[in-house]
């Protein structure tokens, strides 16, 4: 009974990718291209998400900076932390929705481009930290789950939005990683050439 279950999702997560593959096509270069002109801008990237979206966006920064597949310059990126140390100024103070956006505006500039990651759109956190964003004239690139919410409205028409065509959080998370992927790879093939794929 488990392996059949286990087996199920194998199943349900290669549907979806494929599935994805046509739709998330061109966004995903859309989302490539604006990388490559930030960081070949000498701009840079930040990165977020909540919860365990926030530990994709700190692989994909990790992936920029040390390399995907090939050896290549660094790229400039860095993981904003949703750690609570950033809340704010005040002794015991908890979190605040506001700790992303404090660092955005503290490392953002002008050229720069804010990565994030959500399933859920209506998180407030995220949404705070692409206002920020704008604030600082950062364009944005945000993987989200099929219903962007909150987030597709704060989105402007110069941003890229990769919505996966699902719900489910596992499998959203699933291609997010593929995305972030293939992100890396495009970024890779642009600046370095044509690699056969194994």
């Known amino acids: 009974m488990l392996e059949q279950r286990i087996q199920q999702h194998f199943i349900d997560s290669a549907d979806l990718k494929y599935q994805a593959a046509q739709a998330l096509g061109a966004p995903i270069n859309a989302a490539v291209q604006a990388l490559l002109a930030c960081v070949t801008n000498e701009s840079k990237v930040l990165a977020c998400g909540s919860g365990l979206s926030s530990a994709q966006a700190l692989q994909f920064a990790m992936m920029c900076v040390a390399g995907f597949e090939r050896e290549r310059p660094e790229l400039a990126a860095i993981a904003l932390s949703a750690d609570a140390g950033w809340a704010g100024g005040s002794a015991g103070q908890a979190f605040e929705v506001g700790a992303l956006a404090r660092q955005i505006r503290a490392l953002g ?17 995220l949404l705070e930290a692409v206002l920020a964003a704008h604030e600082r004239d950062m364009s944005v690139i945000a993987l989200c789950a099929r219903d962007a919410g909150a987030m597709g409205g704060v989105m402007r028409e110069t941003d890229v939005q990769v919505c996966v065509p699902h719900e489910r959080a596992a499998r959203v998370r699933e291609v997010h990683t593929l995305i972030l992927h293939c992100i890396c790879d495009g970024m890779d093939t642009q600046l370095l050439g044509e690699q056969e794929m194994l």
């Open 109 to 125: 500039a002008a050229g720069d481009i804010l990565l994030v990651l959500c399933v859920n759109g209506d998180e407030p956190a």
